[in-house]
């Protein structure tokens, strides 16, 4: 039986909960981030998943989790390929034939479903409710749908308003190093610029931008500045200027050749080098375990010029102990000798 209700879908008592999702593995943004943040064995199995692209729109990923509540099964539902792409009704579609199935192959009794699709998918609900009631509507299962209200509605312009944000050549690059660094697997975060723009700074582009010694290794407090400037333009994910370090940032890659086009007609050839020598430095470091180790040793020789690998190995401990035990005497000259194999392009050297 079908139940229309209207509020959080989190606070439901239902023994399964839909969480819409895209195939990329990021959860930034409405219900799929309370979802990643209340179950996060779920969002471990779903990253993992969309690693190895077995999950596609008309397929489910169920996974059992739990909360305060007990046991609660998770059913992650694609609605969209890329996250800043429009979903398809085609992908509800097939992902309820698919939900019907697994309904009644695993006995659910009931289940909470959001508004699929609906919200930043740009789909119209009375069209996707249709489409739950043929699919759905029959089933021995109590089935609690959660329509769009105002509250949600006023959520969600929030997150799609657009400031006017306009590109300079430090913006342009290090938007540019993000889509880089994605390029690579990997996904773009407050961590991750932060060290983007300390080796480009390092590599000679005069960005002024102040790092001092932090938990994660260098960091610069105006970068947080500068993202949030191009947030609601060329990403999301800052919208209140509290992403945590690794909270994922969702790059507008409608944006990239204005970025791209930018950079061609503003940047001069020894910028344009800067970036490629950039992608070229951190590959086989891209990961944020490596990303660390690299910086850390890089901000400890820029800071004392001359050090060798026994003086970083004897200094690391009064950065950290985290870091003492993190970053082994190997891996410490695992970065040094490739911060040494860069000094051509001003690193270590300030």
Not at 99 to 119: D, H, Q, T, V, W
Not at 310 to 332: C, G, H, N, Q
Request: proline share 4%; aromatic share 10%.
């Amino acid at each position: 039986m079908l139940h229309y209700t209207t509020g959080n879908l989190l606070n439901s008592d239902a023994q399964a909960l839909v969480n819409t999702v895209n195939t990329m593995g990021v959860m930034g943004k409405g219900i799929a981030l309370q979802f990643k943040e209340a179950y996060p064995e779920n969002y471990r199995q779903y990253r993992a998943a969309c690693k190895k692209g077995a999950l596609k729109p008309g397929q489910l990923l169920i996974v059992e989790d739990q909360d305060l509540m007990g046991p609660r099964t998770i059913i992650n539902f694609p609605t969209k390929t890329q996250w800043w792409l429009k979903s398809k009704y085609d992908y509800i579609k097939d992902g309820l034939t698919a939900l019907a199935k697994e309904i009644a192959l695993r006995n659910i009794k009931s289940i909470a479903i959001p508004p699929l699709g609906c919200g930043n998918g740009g789909l119209k609900w009375e069209k996707v409710k249709t489409m739950i009631e043929q699919q759905l509507g029959k089933l021995n299962a109590e089935v609690y749908v959660y329509e769009p209200n105002e509250a949600i509605k006023k959520v969600l312009q929030k997150e799609d308003k657009h400031k006017k944000a306009h590109l300079t050549s430090a913006r342009a690059m290090l938007l540019s190093a993000l889509y880089q660094y994605e390029g690579l697997g990997e996904h773009a975060n407050l961590f991750v610029a932060n060290k983007l723009a300390y080796f480009l700074q390092r590599m000679g582009e005069p960005l002024r931008l102040k790092f001092v010694a932090h938990h994660y290794g260098p960091y610069s407090v105006q970068i947080r500045h500068v993202l949030y400037a191009l947030n609601g333009t060329y990403l999301n994910g800052l919208e209140q200027k509290d992403a945590r370090p690794f909270e994922p940032l969702l790059l507008s890659y409608e944006k990239q050749a204005e970025v791209q086009a930018y950079i061609d007609s503003n940047l001069d050839t020894t910028q344009k080098k800067r970036l490629d020598n950039l992608l070229g430095f951190i590959q086989g470091f891209e990961s944020a375990f490596s990303m660390e180790l690299l910086a850390t040793v890089a901000f400890m020789m820029e800071e004392n010029p001359g050090l060798d690998i026994t003086d970083i190995e004897k200094r690391l401990k009064d950065w950290s102990e985290r870091k003492v035990k993190m970053f082994k005497p190997a891996y410490l000259k695992v970065a040094y000798q490739h911060l040494k194999s860069y000094e051509q392009l001003s690193l270590p050297k300030a």
